[in-house]
């Protein structure tokens, strides 16, 4: 079943989650008061919404409340932003992220009930997407455009093999470089060692590389 979020508010911030939200298998409602950004997103989301989402009748009437993650994506406008978050917080979204534009308005939406307050950087979205799509993914960190750093914790699809059984690196061009396992940190392991069920494995590689590993050997 695949995840289902919403993301009002279409710039930089907002579109870079939809994107990868969508290359990473989710159903994305993308919506946004200008037109312009929803037709640029309409052959990219699962559905790309022209709205004014400081209208309660109108978010209810696109069935938020149904979608199990909302991000607040708005960009200058801290009243939209402020209001929008209400609105979700009333219509029982479950989880609410949001963007904001500066520590007061920070303070401002953690005091209204968001469950995560983000302070963006540029294609910061990447990695708050990565984080949402997948509870084996716990960090990650840009080392350029298109290669990252990712902490990704082992489940039951790859514990108890070795690293010369998943071969990942000949499989996906990727490399595990550290493995933390509780205080323990295992630097560069060894063909040999094998991956535990808890482990958290440091992985370095191409985002698209990384992204096929987590999803055709983490989850199937």
Same mark, same amino acid.
């Given at each position: 079943?695949?995840?289902?979020?919403?993301?009002?508010?279409?710039?930089?911030?907002?579109? %870079?989650?939809?994107?990868?939200?969508? %290359?990473?298998?989710?159903?994305?409602?993308?919506?946004?008061?200008?037109?312009?950004?929803?037709?640029?997103?309409?052959?990219?989301?699962?559905?790309?919404?022209?709205?004014?989402?400081?209208?309660?009748?109108?978010?209810?009437?696109?069935?938020?409340?149904?979608?199990?993650? #909302?991000?607040?994506?708005?960009?200058?406008?801290?009243?939209?932003?402020?209001?929008?978050?209400?609105?979700?917080?009333?219509?029982?979204?479950?989880?609410?992220? #949001?963007?904001?534009?500066?520590?007061?308005?920070?303070?401002?939406?953690?005091?209204?009930?968001?469950?995560?307050?983000?302070?963006?950087?540029?294609?910061?979205?990447?990695?708050?997407?990565?984080?949402?799509? %997948?509870?084996?993914?716990?960090?990650?960190?840009?080392?350029?455009?298109?290669?990252?750093?990712?902490?990704?914790?082992?489940?039951?699809?790859?514990?108890?093999?070795?690293?010369?059984?998943?071969?990942?690196?000949?499989?996906?061009?990727?490399?595990?470089?550290?493995?933390?396992?509780?205080?323990?940190?295992?630097?560069?392991?060894?063909?040999?060692?094998?991956?535990?069920?808890?482990?958290?494995?440091?992985?370095?590689?191409?985002? #698209?590389?990384?992204?096929?590993?987590?999803?055709?050997?983490?989850?199937?």
């Amino acid at each position: 079943m695949k995840k289902e979020f919403v993301v009002i508010g279409l710039g930089r911030f907002g579109g %870079s989650i939809v994107r990868e939200l969508m %290359s990473l298998g989710a159903h994305v409602m993308a919506i946004d008061n200008s037109s312009e950004r929803v037709d640029e997103f309409a052959s990219i989301a699962t559905q790309a919404v022209i709205a004014n989402s400081t209208d309660e009748s109108v978010l209810t009437s696109l069935g938020i409340r149904n979608f199990e993650h #909302v991000i607040v994506a708005i960009g200058e406008d801290i009243q939209a932003s402020i209001l929008t978050t209400i609105i979700l917080k009333e219509l029982g979204v479950a989880q609410i992220t #949001v963007k904001a534009q500066n520590d007061y308005h920070e303070k401002v939406l953690r005091k209204i009930g968001a469950d995560v307050v983000v302070h963006p950087e540029r294609d910061m979205g990447i990695r708050i997407a990565n984080n949402m799509m %997948s509870n084996t993914v716990l960090d990650y960190l840009e080392l350029s455009d298109e290669h990252s750093i990712m902490e990704i914790k082992a489940n039951d699809a790859i514990a108890g093999y070795s690293v010369i059984d998943l071969d990942i690196r000949a499989k996906y061009g990727i490399n595990i470089v550290g493995i933390k396992r509780g205080n323990e940190i295992i630097v560069s392991p060894q063909a040999s060692d094998k991956i535990l069920l808890g482990d958290i494995m440091l992985v370095i590689g191409a985002d #698209v590389d990384i992204n096929r590993f987590v999803k055709k050997a983490l989850h199937g």
